[in-house]
């Protein structure tokens, strides 16, 4: 049987359901595509700049670009690379560990950074006039509120896998 074929009555829906996961990704697909289109940057991208332009004047390591991201180390080190190729980063090797190395804005990133900050906050700006201010305060509460609800249902899988774990 062929998802489409299923009815709602198969599914157990009245129609009158609240679609908190389908519309989340809905959202967030339109959203982030409109957002790297009207800025020039896709957003996983600028957050990298971001917390490189955030950490001025120094620089930051991989890992710790990965950890506060929440993305595996591999795709900041892709967006690494393809930074450093554009001129956007310098990255700097650990003198004591081969494999790590730490990453710092260069000018022409500092420029490119003020330049799409910009241009993001005239994003949301235009979100705000057409949703409402209020609206999109609402919003941005409810939205942090279901992400610390998830995280927190995830530590604590985490905190009971690492219990059962130690078990023999």
């Known amino acids: 049987m062929h998802m489409d074929d299923i009815g709602r009555d198969e599914l157990g829906h009245t129609g009158s359901e609240v679609h908190l ?16 289109r009207d800025v020039g940057m896709a957003g996983a ?3 990298v700049l971001r917390l490189l332009a955030v950490s001025e004047p120094g620089s930051m390591g991989t890992m710790e670009l990965s950890r506060r991201l929440g993305v595996n180390a591999a795709a900041v080190t892709r967006q690494l690379q393809a930074m450093e190729a554009e001129g956007l980063v310098v990255r700097v090797g650990d003198g ?7 990453a710092a804005l260069t000018d022409a990133g500092r420029e490119c950074f003020r330049v799409l900050h ?11 006039a057409a949703v409402g201010a209020e609206e999109v305060a609402m919003a941005t509460r409810v939205l942090g509120r279901v992400r610390e609800a998830v995280e927190s249902e995830a530590q604590g899988a985490n905190d009971g896998a690492q219990g059962q774990a130690g078990i023999v």
Do not use: P
Not at 118 to 128: G, P
């Open 21 to 36: 996961m389908r519309e989340l990704v809905r959202a967030s697909q339109v959203v982030l595509a409109a957002f790297g």
């Open 45 to 47: 991208r600028l957050a």
């Open 118 to 128: 910009e241009r993001a906050h005239a994003f949301e700006q235009r979100i705000v």
């Open 96 to 102: 004591r560990d081969a494999r790590r190395s730490a």
